[in-house]
DNA sequence: TCCTCGGTTTGAAAGGTTTCAACGGAAACG
DNA sequence: CGTTTCCGTTGAAACCTTTCAAACCGAGGA
């Protein structure tokens, strides 16, 4: 494999100076047509492609942004990403996904990693938004914004969903129909978004005037289907006197493994139970019972995170925005009746 | 934002040559201690960090690699692509994820981008196994890995599974239960993988003697549930005398769609229609009536992908293999009554 | 005292691109 | 015919790191 040309190969076979070389793939109007063809022509002889590392070594910035997102196998991120993707490209950049995988010593690998190419910025969903990675991204002056989490901290622009709203639209959506007995199902509580849910839930409950000890929590190790079936196990060994009637569940794939553990039990939904997921993936309206879910505007939130780190690296005074969107319900057959 | 520092900076405020800055960098062992912690001192006094593009620049390649994914957010090809970071991890490389989304426009943009960063491979489930954008690549000497999909042509790697050997495999099962009609749902047929999957399925089905008339297709435009359920509608249009007792669905996300379309009509399954899907996603086992699936060693494709590609780029005298791995099939309840 | 040897440190060159001041030539102008 | 203007082109410098031959230094041996 022989070495790959470069301008100045272009430059000889083309008899021009290597500036011209790079007039004609910087500025092609400032080049006269002829000369342009010699040198396209001469580019396509020696199959040359620019070298981006050069570039980039001269212009000092690079034409990528990156998201280093937690879980690739959740649609929810892949939406963002999608959102974020659309972002990039019409500002003429490409977008990398790195996917960490839940794992810090990962995260702080690609972000070591992204910092030193230079990336243009960088949209991050961190398994601990509090990490000294992120601020070391920042002291390096690379452009980051935390994407579907917060940091009580205005050093970082960050985009989010409001999911204590999210909490309250879900509860209030099953106290308008009727049920004065449900359960919470999520955890664990370390995950900030599980936490605002069941405050947003719980005020909702008390906004309804309903007795405190009837909005039963139901913790769970995870936020995976597998959970949500186990969940399932015990909510229904719970004494049908005292049984909720209703399931709010703190994200879909929860709600889906819960609703195949009543299914297989030959329970109905939402006849014995009626359930309200959280995220409104595509799976949710797919499910043998379309989920109810209260859904986030995905692919928004990718957009505007990726327009905020744009922002940044561009405007000399950027202000550090903490963006906050809202959730809408989805009402689905899962409670419908 | 200041300028970021470079090792001159570091040198500098340590009082040594910008050589030995560089080798505390790369042959730590070859510098005195005293020397080294000055260094490392000063490095972080000044928040130093390598910059990736010149040091490409010289070494003339990258540390990273690359995947250029079809859809995000088929849980298949993030399978595929965790298994191929866990190679580039042992590699000591980080592995970017590209998405196109099913476009061609993109995938080329991307595949430029990566060749210009001279990253060190790439691997891609093309749109077009045929483009001529993947010989570009080949011919800019970076190596490239074709990913479940394959080209006759040995100019380049390719990792595959047998496909039609996992038609074979769902339509023997179908028939060793006993069904004489059964429905194949897949489409649309310029998809390399539904052909032969339907070329499995006609095989076997001559195998068994069963009359050829007798294995409907029912043609899909794409493989997605919202297919799978317009595909479900259909079916249930044939009349009773002539209907299918099973079917066979080129994926998994069809089969949740038809599962979905039948249990919404009221009909059950196995008991009305059997199913076999395709790619055993994880969904697929835990869907309201757990899928019989044909299973492909995601992980495995995409580890030994990676492998190939840094073969491709480290070994001198790499042979272009075709590598393709066997499905197995998993019996579940859509089947199994 | 001088030399040799080992381990450290140095400084310059190389890698490919972009930028920019300067240059040359031709056309337009006086 | 001489001067100005404008356009296209040139060549060198800069970006930052790594490498490598050469210089250096102190210690031990002759």
Redesign the interface.
Known sequence: ??R?SSVKDVAALAHVSLGTVSNVLNRPERVSPATRAKVEQAMRDL?F?????????RAGR???L?YVLLD??N?FF??V??GA?LAA?SAGL??????S?NRSS?ER??LA?L????VQGILVTPVDPHASALEDVR???TPLVIVDRTRNDDRFCSVAVDDVLGGRLAVEHLVEAGHTRVAFIGGPDTIGQVRDRLAGAREAWAAAGLPEDQLVVVATDGLT??EG?SAGERVMGIASSRRPSAAFCANDLLA??L??QL?TAGLTVPGDLAIVGYDDI??AA???VPLTSVRQPRQELGRRAAELVLDEAEDPDHQHQQVVFTPELVARRSTLG
């Open positions: 494999m022989e790959a199959g492609v620019r070298n981006e590392s050069a570039r980039q070594l690079s034409r990528t990156a690739a196998r649609p892949t939406d990403a999608q993707e490209e490409s977008l990398f996904l790195c996917h995988d990962r690998d690609y990693h910092v030193e190419q230079r002291r390096n002056g289907v597998s079936r889906l493994g609703l195949q299914s595509e799976y797919a499910a043998a």
